[in-house]
């Protein structure tokens, strides 16, 4: 009883020590003691029960503590005896509507990778490039953690740090600033009684709407979807395989307005790593692999230090033929590299994009491999029923019915290593417009196949051939190589000998096209027009997948492989140059050969047969006009693009990347002839003599369309260029560096003006298209000058930004060159209207934007 337990210390025995004799006494004292509890009881808030209530409580209270503590059932009592378990990576229940996963504790701090796919697309909801099945959503990686409590961690690792020696400081400083975000709790349901097997529940988790899984936050902004639907979302599927566990959920969505629903079917794979990751290659700027990286702790002891892994397939020898690939003898790697083709790809080209792949074959035999990537056709349910597109362990083409003219080549890859784990390559249906107008435009005049809308269906594969190499190409880890084109002189580039050889350009990673510099009396045949896998497609394998068994360590083999890449590239062939340069005018995108002003007549002259044939060879019976109309922008597009090349040459930089082992400087100021080429070239073909023939009046005729726009946006091409704050800043550079042997700012500034300028202080009539130039030539010095973007339409005064913060020397140029003009201007006397409102439009747009920089 409560009262009794108080009676040891309760003031009557210890204040009074003697016995009572009465047993009235007695009575009356424990009756007493008992109020007194009572009392205090209440005076502290407690509610005390009634005697009898109470002890029941008491014996409720004891009885907890004598049993056992409440934890995971037996495996056996939990599964049902009619649940069917699917055994894999991890086994899974399906069991009263929920879905039970066995975390084996052998899955236990492993890494494992998740990539979240499209399995099926919602109707209408596009973003560019996006929505369509197939489409890959997020990638995480995630390790099994057991934590207290029966619960088990799901941890999303990172690796943006590292060390690896954990008997060093560091490496305890770095794990304890690095702990792995928990991304789901799961309680374990149910365990062996060894507790190897540990059963949770996933279902809330895959039913959940998590950025970690599913869409990014950015993905549904750009799909405008709004707030899930629950009622609506479930888990379709769960199957296991022995690396990998696939989840297939369908999730709806409210579209943001509320219009609308969204529903998708969603596809997670989870996949184990290998237990050992591959060892890694550190990248190299002179070869060009796609890379990932993080920064180490280890390797400089006063700092820390980028490392950068290029991405590549674990192509390595079986343990038998470790010694034959050490002689040099070509073996099967142990785990070859295999593309399915998604059986939704029309059967015209699917032995094209076959072929696609497989062309890589000869090319990884310079790694030392034979065999070791191919394509075939996907399999039958009947086949092979665990073949599944959006499954991770599988690589695809995924053909997409999508009106947007490309293709992509992205990989998933190991982030611990770069070892790619998968590829899905995207094909979208629309490409082959794409390939029809390329090659229509740069090629017919030398292929009569071409002069025709609707291609044959052997021409048309063997374009989607070159296609599908170079995105393979990608998903092997090889950036765009734009150095592939920057050697092969204009002859060589004709002569069918040198290009049976060695076809127009080193590698089909650049963004290289078709041989357009080819004329018709060369009688180039149509096979030495396509781009082909070359000398720098079998020099970048060789280095990304040459393995070397006796070191076996990336930073043991960095002095064998700068060595050997310093001896290789000193042939031009097997030069890498990067798609990021700005100033390079050897790096360009769609150009061909080593001087682009003659390289680039020829392509103009070519366009011009081109043009002159549209009429009848855009034609299609019982059709209006919109295929002419389609291949004249391409035609216009193609000269925009010429003269685009030409332009980088003003004021270019090459780079040359090198270790310092090697001699010579890294970046070197292109030659002043090469830049008065380029200028003289621009006069002829732009800015002295208007090209109309890109507007020839019996087409013009035939849609809705404006002349000078189409000759504006080739003016815009060329001066944005030139009279960009780069190339003013280069040459300031360039003639402070060299004196009188640089081609200088003045220079263009004199060449520009005489050229486009020519009517200033005279009363000469400017016609329409000069009118044209001239205003987006000041235009553009305009924005030079204000340091923004302004854009004069065609008459339309745009306000110029607000004062320029910027006060270098191509701000004080163009202020110069404006006020230059602006004084000449005034002085002009126009006798015609046009011209003379022309001249009163660029006077009062010169003033405005001196006054909104004061």
């Avoid at 407690?46 to 409580?57: G, H, I």
């Amino acid at each position: 009883m409560v009262s009794i337990n108080f009676l040891p210390s309760s003031p009557l025995t210890k204040n009074n020590r003697f016995m009572l004799k009465s047993k009235q006494l007695i009575a009356l004292s424990v009756a007493f003691m008992m109020i007194v509890n009572i009392t205090d009881a209440q005076q502290r808030g407690s509610r005390v029960a009634p005697p009898a209530q109470k002890q029941e409580q008491t014996t409720a209270s004891d009885s907890v503590k004598k049993a056992p503590e409440k934890g995971p059932l037996a495996i056996d009592k939990f599964i049902k005896p009619g649940t069917k378990p699917m055994v894999g990576l991890t086994t899974v229940y399906n069991q009263d509507g929920r879905f039970f996963i066995n975390i084996n504790d052998t899955l236990l701090e492993r890494d494992i990778i998740m990539v979240t796919r499209i399995s099926k697309a919602a109707a209408g909801i596009r973003s560019d490039f996006d929505g369509y099945a197939g489409d890959h959503l997020n990638t995480a990686m995630f390790r099994f953690e057991l934590g207290p409590n029966n619960k088990i961690f799901l941890r999303k690792i990172l690796n943006r740090e590292r060390s690896k020696d954990s008997t060093q400081a560091m490496f305890t400083a770095l794990q304890r600033s690095n702990l792995a975000g928990i991304s789901a709790t799961f309680e374990i349901k149910a365990q062996s009684a060894d507790k190897r097997d540990n059963i949770i529940d996933v279902t809330d988790f895959f039913n959940t709407d998590s950025e970690t899984l599913f869409f990014r936050k950015s993905t549904k902004g750009a799909f405008k979807l709004g707030a899930p639907i629950k009622e609506s979302s479930y888990i379709s599927a769960v199957t296991t395989y022995p690396i990998n566990t696939e989840v297939k959920t369908v999730k709806t969505y409210m579209l943001a307005d509320g219009s609308a629903t969204a529903t998708y079917e969603l596809n997670n794979s989870f996949v184990l790593l290998p237990q050992v990751p591959m060892v890694p290659r550190y990248a190299d700027s002179r070869v060009g692999y796609f890379t990932t990286g993080y920064t180490d702790y280890d390797q400089n002891p006063q700092g820390v230090k980028d490392i950068r892994m290029i991405t590549r397939w674990r192509l390595e020898p079986k343990p038998e033929d470790i010694e034959k690939y050490k002689r040099g003898e070509l073996v099967e790697p142990a785990k070859p590299i295999v593309f399915y083709i998604d059986p939704a790809t029309p059967k015209d080209w699917v032995p094209y994009l076959i072929q696609g792949v497989n062309d890589w074959q000869k090319v990884f035999e310079k790694a030392g491999f034979k065999n070791a990537i191919y394509a075939l056709e996907a399999p039958t349910a009947q086949k092979n029923p665990e073949w599944s597109l959006e499954d991770a362990r599988f690589s695809a083409i995924v053909y997409k019915p999508s009106d947007i003219p490309n293709a992509s080549g992205p990989n998933v890859n190991d982030p611990r290593s770069g070892e790619i784990i998968e590829s899905h390559i995207n094909w979208y249906h629309n490409v082959m417009s794409l390939l029809r107008n390329w090659y229509m435009v740069q090629c017919s005049p030398v292929d009569p196949a071409a002069r025709k809308m609707l291609f044959d269906t052997e021409l048309m594969g063997q374009l989607i051939r070159f296609v599908s190499s170079h995105e393979v190409g990608h998903t092997l880890g090889l950036r765009h190589n734009f150095g592939g084109t920057a050697f092969y002189s204009v002859e060589q580039l004709r002569d069918k000998d040198f290009l049976k050889e060695n076809g127009h350009t080193t590698s089909i990673m650049d963004y290289s096209r078709f041989n357009y510099v080819a004329q018709p009396e060369d009688n180039i045949p149509r096979e030495l027009l396509f781009p082909r896998l070359s000398h720098y497609d079998d020099w970048a394998i060789e280095w990304g997948y040459r393995r070397f068994p006796e070191i076996n360590d990336p930073v043991k083999e960095l002095t064998k492989i700068n060595l050997w890449t310093i001896e290789k590239t000193k042939d031009r062939r097997y030069w890498f140059g990067t798609e990021s340069s700005v100033n390079d005018p050897r790096l360009q995108s769609e150009d061909l050969g080593d001087n682009q002003m003659k390289a680039n007549e020829l392509g103009i002259k070519n366009l011009k047969v081109v043009m002159a044939n549209l009429g009848e060879w855009s034609k299609m019976p019982n059709e209006e006009y919109d295929n002419l109309r389609t291949m004249h922008t391409e035609v216009n597009n193609q000269f925009r693009r010429y003269i685009g090349h030409v332009a980088k040459w003003v004021g270019g930089i090459y780079q040359e990347s090198k270790t310092v082992e090697m001699e010579g400087d890294v970046y070197i100021y292109v030659e002043r002839e090469k830049q008065l080429e380029a200028m003289d070239f621009l006069n002829r073909n732009l800015f002295v003599n208007t090209p109309v023939w890109l507007i020839p009046t019996e087409y013009m005729n035939k849609f809705p369309s404006r002349n000078e726009l189409f000759l504006e946006r080739a003016y815009t091409a060329a001066l944005s260029s030139l009279l960009s704050k780069r190339v003013i800043m280069n040459l300031v550079a360039a003639e402070s560096a060299l004196g009188k042997s640089a081609y200088s700012v003045e220079e263009l500034f004199n060449s520009l003006n005489e050229t486009i300028m020519f009517n200033l202080g005279t009363s000469r009539e400017v016609d329409i298209y000069k009118r044209v130039l001239q205003k987006v030539y000041v235009t553009t010095l305009c924005d030079l000058f204000t340091g923004a973007a302004t854009v004069a339409r065609m008459g339309a005064v745009v306000k110029p930004s607000s004062n320029p913060k910027d006060m270098t020397e191509s701000t004080a140029i163009a202020y110069t060159q404006l006020n230059d003009l602006y004084k000449k201007l005034k002085k002009t006397k126009s006798r015609d209207f046009a011209t003379a409102a022309h001249t009163t439009y660029l006077t009062r747009f010169i003033e405005k934007t001196f006054i909104s920089a004061e």
